[in-house]
């Protein structure tokens, strides 16, 4: 049975589901996202953590176009993901404060018969494990991903893995690159450019706005809330001190 906390905080994740899909129609007549019902997409994890409460994104596929100046939407892009929340900061204060996630993105460019694997990567949070930035993220394969789009989209074409055999072991130092974090990167990426007209304009601006539903995770690391942290974002902030 799902708790209270959970159940508050799975109904906020459908929301902004919802307003993701709404707003992804407003920038681009071909983009598309499947599946786009939200209870389909998200899942809640029962009994997971005492502490927090966490949920997952099944894989979904974005079906985009390439650039925003492009009238057909050509790639696609498979995500799935896990996002965790303090269940005492909602039960008190109604706020969802990040305490972990993953991302994984992959990218399939679609021809006639072959399906292109051309990027991925994987975005993690680590707060104080040697070497690793805060947010980072690393280059990865994920051909298993198209799977989701054989699924959603009927496409039963071979895979073309160019992304095997690139480095893995480089961890950038990133943003917080939660999924919904994320989909605000394939909607700037991919469906906005600088002859975006009014209403296109105005729909990605609602996606940074609403984009305000939850607390990033920053506050678990004491080093990223220093004075000097909050006026430099160098890369070195994001590393623990070696003990």
């Given at each position: 049975m799902v708790d209270r906390e959970s159940s508050g905080i799975f109904q906020r994740l459908v929301n902004q589901w919802d307003l993701l899909n709404a707003e992804i129609q407003r920038l681009h007549g071909e983009a598309q996202v499947r599946p786009s019902d939200a209870y389909r997409a998200l899942g809640t994890v029962e009994g997971a953590s005492p502490e927090v409460?966490?949920?997952?994104?099944?894989?979904?596929?974005?079906?985009?176009?390439?650039?925003?100046?492009?009238?057909?939407?050509?790639?696609?892009?498979?995500?799935?993901?896990?996002?965790?929340?303090?269940?005492?900061?909602?039960?008190?204060?109604?706020?969802?404060?990040?305490?972990?996630?993953?991302?994984?993105?992959?990218?399939?460019?679609?021809?006639?018969?072959?399906?292109?694997?051309?990027?991925?990567?994987?975005?993690?949070?680590?707060?104080?494990?040697?070497?690793?930035?805060?947010?980072?993220?690393?280059?990865?394969?994920?051909?298993?991903?198209?799977?989701?789009?054989?699924?959603?989209?009927?496409?039963?074409?071979?895979?073309?893995?160019?992304?095997?055999?690139?480095?893995?072991?480089?961890?950038?130092?990133?943003?917080?690159?939660?999924?919904?974090?994320?989909?605000?990167?394939?909607?700037?990426?991919h469906l906005l450019y600088n002859q975006s007209g009014p209403e296109v304009r105005a729909a990605f601006n609602s996606l940074l706005q609403r984009s305000a539903f939850c607390q990033g995770a920053a506050f678990q690391v004491p080093r990223l809330v220093t004075e000097e942290a909050r006026s430099c974002y160098r890369a070195r902030h994001w590393y623990p001190t070696i003990e």
């Open positions: 409460a966490s949920f997952v994104l099944s894989p979904v596929v974005f079906k985009l176009p390439e650039r925003a100046s492009a009238m057909s939407a050509d790639l696609f892009v498979a995500v799935e993901g896990r996002l965790s929340f303090g269940r005492r900061d909602f039960a008190e204060r109604r706020v969802l404060a990040t305490r972990e996630f993953t991302t994984k993105v992959a990218y399939f460019r679609h021809s006639a018969d072959c399906l292109k694997h051309v990027y991925g990567a994987h975005y993690d949070f680590s707060v104080s494990e040697v070497g690793h930035p805060v947010f980072h993220g690393q280059i990865r394969n994920y051909p298993e991903l198209a799977e989701g789009i054989k699924a959603h989209y009927g496409i039963d074409h071979e895979v073309d893995d160019l992304v095997k055999g690139l480095l893995k072991t480089v961890r950038v130092p990133t943003a917080q690159m939660d999924v919904f974090s994320l989909f605000i990167q394939l909607c700037a990426d």
